[in-house]
Antibody, heavy 117, light 109 residues
């Protein structure tokens, strides 16, 4: 059974950066893609980007291009999402999810990021 | 970018009734790369349907998906109390971005 465990909640100042981790267990980490999805309070789901660890190539939603970087560490089976130049609108729960090109079948528990001065 | 529009925004039904949720794409979704998710308050989304009509592991058979091209439907044949939640469709075409619909809230009447 695949499990994705994310890092804890963060409070950040506007203009700063946040890096959220997502550690996978069960399954072969290199063989599946990881996507990052965020959800602002009371809002819907928004795909930010994804990566296939074995290739190390990330794709990003145009909205986040230049401000987000998704990476992986295959040694620790951990994916990371770094978002820079934070603003209040980035306050959201950030999820990682396993992407098998057949939907996102396993999700992390979510990481709340609050951006506030 | 493919835009997904879900309808209705809110659906009010009683347990035991049939629910029909719609998802329309702004352009054709190839090879039926369309998924449905259920999300309850404070929880991560749960995959229900992928490939437009295949149930994910452990999903009860009262959930079914259908459709192709630009029009897709999620049907819940007989609503159970635990089915009241928000439902999202998602397209994961051959290349990103993988967009979501805005969601349909299924509430108890």
């Amino acid at each position: 059974q695949v499990q994705l465990v994310q890092s804890g909640a963060e409070v950040k100042k506007p203009g700063s950066s946040v890096k959220v981790s997502c550690k996978a267990s069960g399954g072969t980490f290199s063989n599946f893609a990881i996507s990052w999805v965020r959800q602002a309070p009371g809002q819907g789901l928004e795909w930010m980007g994804g990566i296939i660890p074995i290739f190390g190539i990330a794709n990003y939603a145009q909205k986040f291009q230049g401000r987000v970087t998704i990476t992986t560490d295959q040694l620790t089976s951990t994916a990371y999402m770094e978002l820079r130049s934070l603003r209040s609108e980035d306050t959201a729960v950030y999820y990682c999810a396993r992407d098998l090109a057949a939907g996102f079948d396993f999700w992390g528990q979510g990481t709340l990021v609050i951006v506030s001065s | 970018e493919i835009v997904l529009t879900q309808s209705p925004g809110t659906l009010s039904l009683s347990p035991g009734e049939r629910a029909t949720l719609s998802c329309r794409a702004s352009q054709s979704v190839s090879s039926s790369y369309l998924a449905w998710y259920q999300q309850k308050p404070g929880q991560a989304p749960r995959l229900l349907i992928y490939g437009a009509s295949s149930r994910a592991t452990g999903i009860p058979d009262r959930f079914s998906g259908s459709g192709s091209g630009t029009d897709f439907t999620l049907t819940i044949s007989r609503l159970e109390p635990e089915d009241f939640a928000v439902y999202y469709c998602q397209q994961y075409n051959s290349s990103p971005p993988y967009t979501f619909g805005q969601g349909t809230k299924l509430e108890i009447k």
